[in-house]
C-alpha cells in the first residue's frame, strides 16, 4: 500500500530461467513487494510449452499466498488443438483470472486467426490478455488494434509497452485508438521520460505497473514511476487503480 | 518504512555513471550543464561523474574535448574515456600531467575486433595500473573470458564493472570472485534480490551506485537502493562512500 492505494504488479513470472539466475523464490518475491509496498502480483508460467504444466505451478505458486498473488493462465497456439479446454480448465478449475501470451514462442504473428479462440474466450468472459510485446513480428504492439477492433468485450495489454521507441509509440497509438488497450510498464530498457510519453499521450487511466519479477527485483520497476514526473493521481492508477478494476479485484 | 509518492534518498549521492551529450541516434533530453544540473535536483543527487556520448558513439579524442564545457567544479566531475592507442594516450597522458585524470573510461574497440587482451591492450593498462588510475568497463561491450584473463594479469589495476545487465547474471559472481580490485557498478542490477545478495557475499565496499542516465531514467536504481535490507552505512558507501575512495586513488581491498 501506498499513501492508501493498493498497488498491484501486473507482470510476474512463476518457474525458473537459470541463464538468468531468475528463480520464483516466495520469500524473496514477498521481501521485494514489501520494502515497496505492493500488495499483489499477478503471475503467470510461460516456461512450459504445454500450458498445462505452468498453469499448474501457477495454481499452486497463488494458493499459498492467495492474498498476495493472482495467477494468469497460459497457453499457446502451437498445442492449439487443447488450447481452449485448458484455458476452461486454467479458469474454471485453478481459478486463474486473466490470461498471458507469448508470440516469440510461435510462429504467428499474434493477431493471426489461430490465435481468435483464445480471444473469443476472453471477449465471452470479460477477460484481459497481456501479452509480451515488443520489436520481433510476431509482437508488434500495432497488431493488437486488430484484435481489439474484433474482440470488444475482451482487454488487450501491451506487455513492456513495445519496449523501445517504434513499438512503444504504435502501443500508444492502438490505445488511443482503442479503449480495450492498455499499455504496461516493466521493461529494463528503463529509458529517460517513458512513463511520462506512457500517461501523457495513453492517459494515466491506461497504463498498469509491471516488473516482470520473478525474473526481474519489482523494485526498480516501481522506483521508474515512483520517480516519473507524473502526478500522484496518475501515480495511483497506474500503480494499482487500473489493474483493479481491470482484474475486478 | 512509510512508502510514499514522492521520493527523496537519505544518502548523500554521487552518480557514478552519467553520459552527457547527443547520441545520433538519441538527442539527449538535457541539452545542457544547466538541465543537467536541475535532474540530478529533482532526483537529489549531489554529485556525478560524467563522460560524452560522443566518446561511446565516435571518437573518445573528440568526445573527451566536448566534455570540458560540461564541467563543473563543485558536482559535475570528468569521466575521460581511453582507448589503446597513441593519440588517445597521448591525450590522456597530457591531461593527467595536468592532474585532471582521476577515472578513465574503455571507449569499445572490440566493436572493431580489437579484443581486450594483453598484447592489445598492455601497454595502456600497465600505465593505469602505475598512476593508480581506475578504468570503468562497460559490461554490454565486453567479454567475461577476456575481462578475467586480462585484468588478472594486472592485478593492481582498480577496475569498475558498468551496467551488468540481467543478460550479465551468470557473469558477476564469477567476476567478482576472480578480480578482487573489481567494483560493480548497479545501474542494471535487476535479478530480484541480487543487491542484497552480492553485498552480503562480497561487502558493500565492491559496489558503487551510478544511474547510467541518460541512457536509463535518473531516479529509478535510488529508489531501490533506498528500499532493502542494507543498513544506511552499506548505503552510504554505495551511494558515494566507496566512489570517493576509488576516485582518491584508495579503491585496492588485496
Request: charged letters at 20%; a negative charge; glycine letters at 8%.
Amino acid at each position: 500500500m501506498i499513501e492508501e492505494q493498493r498497488v498491484i504488479d501486473f507482470h510476474g513470472h512463476t518457474g525458473r530461467l537459470d541463464l538468468y539466475n531468475g528463480v520464483d523464490d516466495p520469500a524473496l518475491i514477498l521481501r521485494a513487494m514489501d520494502r515497496v509496498g505492493i500488495d499483489v502480483s499477478c503471475v503467470f508460467n510461460i516456461f512450459h510449452p504445454d500450458g498445462t504444466t505452468g498453469n499448474d505451478i501457477t495454481a499452486r505458486f497463488v494458493k499459498d499466498h492467495p492474498d498476495r498473488f493472482v495467477g494468469f493462465a497460459y497457453v499457446s497456439p502451437m498445442m492449439a488443438k487443447g488450447m481452449v479446454a485448458e484455458l476452461t480448465r486454467a479458469v474454471d478449475e485453478l481459478g486463474l483470472v486473466a490470461i498471458k501470451l507469448y508470440p516469440p514462442y510461435t510462429q504467428w504473428d499474434l493477431n493471426e486467426p489461430i490465435w481468435h479462440p483464445i480471444y473469443e474466450f476472453a471477449d465471452d468472459r470479460g477477460l484481459a490478455i497481456i501479452f509480451h510485446t515488443g520489436t520481433d513480428a510476431h509482437s508488434h504492439p500495432g497488431l493488437l488494434a486488430d484484435c481489439a477492433a474484433k474482440f470488444p468485450n475482451a482487454n488487450f495489454v501491451s506487455g513492456h509497452a513495445g519496449n523501445v521507441a517504434e513499438p512503444r509509440a504504435a502501443a500508444i497509438r492502438a490505445a488511443q485508438d482503442y479503449p480495450n488497450i492498455y499499455l504496461e510498464t516493466c521493461s529494463t530498457f528503463r529509458t529517460p521520460g517513458v512513463i511520462e510519453q506512457l500517461v501523457n499521450e495513453a492517459g494515466a487511466d491506461r497504463v498498469l505497473f509491471g516488473s516482470d519479477i520473478a525474473l526481474m527485483d519489482s523494485r526498480p520497476q516501481l522506483g521508474k514511476i515512483i520517480t516519473a514526473d507524473i502526478s500522484d493521481e496518475a501515480k495511483r492508477l497506474v500503480c494499482g487503480g487500473n489493474a483493479a478494476r481491470l482484474l475486478g479485484i | 518504512m512509510s512508502i510514499q509518492f514522492t521520493f527523496r534518498p537519505r544518502v548523500p549521492v554521487f552518480d557514478a555513471n552519467v553520459r552527457v551529450g547527443d547520441l545520433h541516434y538519441q538527442p539527449s533530453p538535457c541539452r545542457n550543464r544547466e538541465q543537467l544540473l536541475a535532474e540530478m535536483d529533482r532526483h537529489g543527487v549531489e554529485k556525478a561523474l560524467i563522460y560524452h556520448a560522443q566518446t561511446e558513439e565516435v571518437s573518445p579524442i573528440d568526445g573527451n574535448g566536448f566534455l570540458e564545457e560540461w564541467l563543473d567544479d563543485g558536482r559535475l566531475f570528468p569521466q575521460w574515456s581511453v582507448t589503446p592507442t597513441p593519440d588517445s594516450m597521448v591525450q590522456i597522458e597530457a591531461l593527467h600531467e595536468q592532474g585532471r585524470v582521476h577515472n578513465v573510461r574503455l571507449h569499445n574497440a572490440r566493436a572493431v575486433g580489437l579484443p581486450f587482451r594483453p598484447w592489445a591492450c598492455g601497454p595502456m593498462l600497465s600505465w593505469l595500473s602505475e598512476n593508480r588510475i581506475p578504468l570503468w568497463i562497460p559490461l554490454p561491450d565486453a567479454d567475461a573470458d577476456e575481462l578475467a584473463t586480462t585484468l588478472s594479469a594486472f592485478p593492481d589495476l582498480v577496475t569498475v564493472l558498468v551496467g551488468a545487465h540481467y543478460t550479465h547474471a551468470l557473469w558477476v559472481r564469477p567476476l567478482m570472485t576472480t578480480l578482487p580490485n573489481a567494483y560493480l557498478e548497479l545501474s542494471r542490477i535487476e535479478p530480484l534480490g541480487e543487491v542484497e545478495a552480492l553485498c552480503a557475499e562480497y561487502g558493500a565496499e565492491r559496489f558503487v551506485y551510478g544511474s547510467w542516465y541518460d541512457r536509463l531514467a535518473m531516479g529509478t536504481m535510488l529508489f531501490y537502493l533506498h528500499h532493502t535490507d542494507l543498513s544506511e552505512a552499506e548505503l552510504e558507501l554505495i551511494c558515494a562512500g566507496n566512489l570517493l575512495r576509488i576516485l582518491q586513488g584508495e579503491g585496492r581491498h588485496d
